[in-house]
């Protein structure tokens, strides 16, 4: 079992950044993959990028790529979402995720789930 808690979101302009944190208790965070995926008013829930346990692999979002970074430190049982040049698109409630070892792009295959951080850009 492992709980997660997201930290970080809150209004931003267009351009502007933020870093979203998710801080993991319970089991070793370094034996799970860690997503963050989210979902805008009315719209169905979104990959937005995930990490492999050790932080070798990462994969994104075609949508956000060369915006937002994925990061962890295992050592503090925390995986970041360094979000830049944020766009009134990328308002949504965002969650992350965790699932053994292996990264997935699948909400599906995550079993475990974060409150989630409201997230909202404007123009």
């Known amino acids: 079992q492992v709980q997660l808690v997201e930290s970080g979101g809150g209004l931003v302009q267009a351009g502007g950044s933020l870093r979203l944190s998710c801080a993991a208790s319970?089991?070793?965070?370094?034996?799970?993959?860690m997503g963050w995926f989210r979902q805008a008013p009315g719209k169905e829930r979104e990959f937005v990028a995930a990490?492999?346990?050790?932080?070798?692999?990462?994969s994104y979002a075609d949508s956000v790529k060369g915006r937002f970074t994925i990061s962890r430190d295992n050592a503090k049982n925390t995986v970041y979402l360094q979000m830049n040049s944020l766009k009134p698109e990328d308002t949504a409630d965002y969650y992350c995720?965790?699932?053994?070892?292996?990264?997935?792009?699948?909400?599906?295959?995550?079993?475990?789930w974060g409150q989630g951080t409201q997230v909202t850009v404007s123009s």
């Open positions: 995720a965790a699932r053994p070892y292996i990264i997935s792009l699948l909400g599906t295959e995550y079993p475990y």
């Open positions: 319970g089991r070793t965070c370094s034996t799970y993959a």
């Open positions: 990490i492999s346990n050790l932080g070798v692999r990462t």
